[in-house]
């Protein structure tokens, strides 16, 4: 017997997704997060997931890890003690940045600080010009010296980030080897391997941040690659890039700027394959759980992509998903501003003490405490019966808050809850209306814990007329990370006129990325027919500062460059609402993805029977509706006995082991062939 097994760390909790592959079914557990080791979260829901299933761990054929330590230690400011070698002249270029203000009208707004220190930011000799000729040589006694100051500072990560070295790396492989020498132990981040682009501010960010947190991010992976061989693992476990690709433990140990989104873009790969496989190509996620919410939109069944992020000020370049995080989760606070406002996040409170039902010792609501107050969540207890909580205690925290602002009970609690939709739909927006993209042509697929919570505001707030709840919501993410995957990304910056007499010049930079990708293929033991490549190249018009991403045969000729001509004109179009076609274009970077492609699950397929759902009614409760003002006794369905064919319109709740999901009156459900949750406003057509 054959299994597949993923693991993804959240805030709150730890899921597990085990899959049978010989019988197309899978079974999910969650447990506790555990912030100050998250690797005993890990074991510990592998061990119940294993039990449960009667597995053994030798059986594994597939381990995949999403998780947040990369992220965790950046945010916190735990990273690693950190130095910087950069071009002389260069030192102070992290702190000048671009000189923009955070926040232009907000004049106490502060930058934050930068990760390594003035004194630990050293100069050297060195300097290549724009064109990767070289002005003045590197000198390696005068490089020696520095790294030996470094080492005296007890530095645990070196970052080396010469000027133009994606021209010419030559003078960063020379620091390299000084580094080597002579701080051996130390975490190596050189800027031609983890960014070779152009922008040198952003590289020098990227480099520097990877540097930061790689000895944390290598420490926890490697100990956790251990501990899971010592229980019995035989395969190379994998962790989730932010680009939503796979790539394994020991590379992830060496990039760790690529994980920072490495939960959130595997629930993405995860609702894309669910959805499609339902015949819903265009689709927006939703992916909610205790601390955040993550949207991302996904056009004819490919997410969308960004070339980088900035976190907490600091611009990060990496290939990702283009995710957009706000801080609204089922653990978020509900707070009062200082003008008297409700507000909602971005604090939380965590998996520990959680929210004031779980009793222990939280007395501030949450967005989970509002929807036990209204009805929504169960009262007597979570997690399909095996988490009980005290409603009473949600009950006492909002009405403190409700005391305050002088409302009642109930419209605070649905005032929370309208905050963290509004705040949600804002996030939509961002990756929607603002790219040229109409939200009600697309379908909203919810999961995460709170996801199908609060999915049916959502798709109102937003015009939106069908979503899709999968059949196990709240371990989405972990399922994704079964079906995504293994993706090596890899780009070179160089400027050239989009002329097709120049195409011989376009694809010798693609054959030295093409060798790229051989070499991880044969490295990573890839099958020949598993293989795939896609290529971009970041194109604009002569004269402007900014790129779109413009899709392009792997190999590259005449026509191809043409064609590229076209769809960038196209693109600029779409994006910006005009086009100039008689103007230059050029190409400044090429970029390409390998994919070693996994095998496609494939999930039991019922078909549909009758569709009366009162086999699956598993009694009433009381649920507040501000729609009609007053409370209503909804029925409340098992998800575990809904099946293929059911139907049944709002209001209504639908509860499972890993989420629950709010019908509001006016909306028509239907349980399609893969056991999906698919909501009209209206009746299906």
């Not at 990496?318 to 200082?338: C, E, F, K, N, Y």
């Not at 007597?380 to 602002?405: K, P, Y």
Request: aromatic share 6%.
């Amino acid at each position: 017997m054959a299994w597949r097994l993923g693991v993804d760390t959240g805030g709150t909790f730890t899921d597990v997704c085990l899959f049978d592959e010989d019988s197309g079914t899978f079974t999910i557990t969650k447990v506790a997060s555990t912030p100050h080791d998250p690797g005993e979260a890990v074991l510990a829901g592998v061990r119940r997931i294993l039990e449960r299933a009667g597995a053994g761990v030798d059986g594994i054929g597939h381990f995949a890890h999403g998780t947040t330590v990369a992220t965790n230690a950046l945010l916190q400011g735990r990273g690693a003690r950190t130095g910087l070698l950069t071009t002389e002249g260069f030192a102070d270029l992290l702190e000048l940045a671009r000189q923009r203000r955070p926040k232009l009208y907000d004049q106490t707004a502060r930058k934050g600080d930068p990760l390594v220190p003035r004194h630990r930011r050293l100069e050297v000799t060195e300097r290549v010009r724009h064109d990767g000729t070289v002005a003045v040589p590197a000198d390696r006694a005068q490089i020696r010296d520095q790294v030996r100051k470094l080492r005296d500072e007890g530095v645990e990560a070196v970052a080396v980030c010469l000027l133009y070295s994606y021209l010419s790396p030559a003078h960063e492989r020379l620091v390299r080897e000084v580094v080597a020498e002579e701080l051996p132990e130390a975490f190596l981040s050189v800027s031609s391997e983890v960014l070779p682009e152009f922008r040198e501010f952003e590289r020098l960010s990227t480099v520097v941040t990877n540097a930061f947190i790689g000895p944390v991010m290598s420490r926890y992976l490697s100990r956790l690659r251990t501990r899971l061989a010592d229980a019995g693992l035989a395969c190379t476990p994998q962790v989730t890039q932010s680009n939503g690709g796979m790539m394994s433990f020991p590379a992830a140990e060496a990039l760790p700027v690529r994980t920072v989104l490495s939960g959130p873009s595997t629930g993405v790969v995860g609702a894309t394959k669910v959805a499609a496989q339902c015949g819903h190509p265009d689709l927006i996620t939703f992916d909610m759980g205790g601390t955040s919410s993550d949207v991302a939109l996904v056009a004819g069944g490919v997410p969308g992509t960004a070339p980088g992020m900035e976190m907490d000020g600091r611009p990060i370049q990496a290939p990702m998903l283009d995710i957009h995080t706000v801080g609204a989760g089922g653990g978020s606070l509900a707070w009062i501003d200082a003008g008297g406002h409700l507000k909602v996040g971005p604090q939380s409170a965590g998996a520990d003490p959680g929210p004031a039902c779980y009793g222990r010792g939280n007395d501030e609501p949450t967005v989970t405490d509002a929807n036990v107050v209204l009805g929504v969540l169960n009262r007597t207890h979570l997690l399909g019966g095996t988490m009980e909580i005290d409603a009473d205690r949600s009950f006492a925290a909002v009405d403190r808050l409700a005391a305050r602002l002088g409302m009642s009970r109930e419209a605070t609690a649905q005032g929370i809850v309208d905050v963290v939709v509004a705040s949600t739909a804002r996030a939509i927006r961002v990756i929607s209306v603002q790219r040229g993209h109409d939200p009600r042509d697309y379908a909203l697929v919810a999961f995460g814990g709170a996801g199908p919570l609060h999915s049916s505001r959502l798709a109102r707030e937003l015009g939106m007329t069908r979503t899709l709840v999968p059949q196990k919501p709240g371990a989405l993410s972990a399922l994704g990370m079964l079906m995504t995957d293994l993706r090596s990304d890899t780009s070179r910056t160089r400027i050239l006129p989009l002329d097709a007499a120049r195409a011989a010049d376009f694809d010798a930079v693609q054959a030295e990325l093409r060798a790229e990708a051989a070499r991880w293929f044969a490295h990573e033991g890839v099958a020949e027919h598993d293989r795939a490549l896609r290529a971009v190249i970041d194109v604009r018009y002569v004269g402007q500062n900014y790129e779109l991403p413009v899709p392009v045969p792997p190999t590259l000729d005449e026509i191809a460059l043409k064609t590229a001509r076209e769809a960038f004109d196209e693109l600029h179009e779409q994006r910006y609402g005009y086009a100039v076609p008689d103007e230059p274009v050029e190409a400044v970077t090429f970029r390409l993805e390998a994919t070693g492609r996994t095998p496609l699950l494939r999930f039991d397929r019922a078909e549909p029977g009758g569709a009366d759902p009162s086999a699956a009614r598993a009694g009433t409760r009381p649920l507040y509706l501000p729609e009609l003002g007053r409370h209503v006794d909804a029925p409340v369905y098992d998800r575990g006995l809904l099946r293929p064919g059911h139907e049944f319109t709002g209001p209504a709740t639908v509860e499972q082991y890993d989420a629950t999901t709010l019908v509001l009156p006016g909306e028509h459900v239907r349980v399609d062939a893969t056991a999906t949750l698919v909501t009209t406003l209206g009746r299906a057509s």
